[in-house]
Antibody, heavy 119, light 108 residues
Framework: EVQLVQSGAEVKKPGESLKISCKGSGYSFTSYWIGWVRQMPGKGLEWMGI????????RYSPSFQGQVTISADKSISTAYLQWSSLKASDTAMYYC????????????WGQGTLVTVSS | EIVLTQSPATLSLSPGERATLSCRAS??????LAWYQQKPGQAPRLLIY???NRATGIPARFSGSGSGTDFTLTISSLEPEDFAVYYCQQRSNWPIFTFGPGTKVDIK
């Protein structure tokens, strides 16, 4: 069974750094891309970017380029989303998602990681 | 950048009624459009991929149609568990996928 398990909720202060994780299991981690999606409180879904764990090729949506870093460690089947300096506006739920078995849309999703940034 | 618009923003219906949701793209996305359902406190769930293909385990009451710039998600007869927010997403501008703003289907 394909599973994406994300790290737990985080509470941080503005200016702090953070790295959240998404561990894949039940499939060949290097064979499928993983993407990250932001959902701000009460708002819709925003595509942040994508990584191919096999070669770490990474692409970002223009709105998130330079704001976050997506990475992966294929030895432990884990993808990451990180910030070097958090802002209050980074407060959101973050989901990781994997390509579906058919087609190229995100078909498998993690449970989400809630990030709260507050002074 | 491809922009998706969804209408209506809110759809108020009763169980058993038919729901018709629309998604329009600012330029052609061919058939590279998906639909998702999201319930409060849950991750999105893929319903339809590539405009008209139901994802694994999705009931037959959900169907998708369209190509180019105009797409429709139809729920033939609403079940109580179908009241949720629905998003469309394009993958034509791969790998920069974009989502529409969502349509909330609530109980009338």
């Amino acid at each position: 069974e394909v599973q994406l398990v994300q790290s737990g909720a985080e509470v941080k202060k503005p200016g702090e750094s953070l790295k959240i994780s998404c561990k894949g299991s039940g499939y060949s981690f290097t064979s499928y891309w993983i993407g990250w999606v932001r959902q701000m409180p009460g708002k819709g879904l925003e595509w942040m970017g994508i990584i191919y764990p096999g070669d770490s090729d990474t692409r970002y949506s223009p709105s998130f380029q330079g704001q976050v870093t997506i990475s992966a460690d294929k030895s432990i089947s884990t993808a990451y989303l990180q910030w070097s300096s958090l802002k209050a506006s980074d407060t959101a739920m973050y989901y990781c998602a994997r390509k579906n078995d058919y087609g190229d849309s995100p078909g498998y999703w993690g449970q989400g990681t809630l990030v709260t940034v507050s002074s | 950048e491809i922009v998706l618009t969804q209408s209506p923003a809110t759809l108020s219906l009763s169980p058993g009624e038919r729901a018709t949701l629309s998604c329009r793209a600012s330029q052609s996305v061919s058939s590279y459009l998906a639909w998702y359902q999201q319930k409060p406190g849950q991750a999105p769930r893929l319903l339809i991929y590539d405009a008209s293909n139901r994802a694994t385990g999705i009931p037959a009451r959900f169907s998708g149609s369209g190509s180019g710039t105009d797409f429709t998600l139809t729920i033939s007869s609403l079940e109580p568990e179908d009241f949720a927010v629905y998003y469309c997403q394009q993958r034509s501008n791969w790998p920069i996928f974009t989502f529409g703003p969502g349509t909330k289907v609530d109980i009338k």
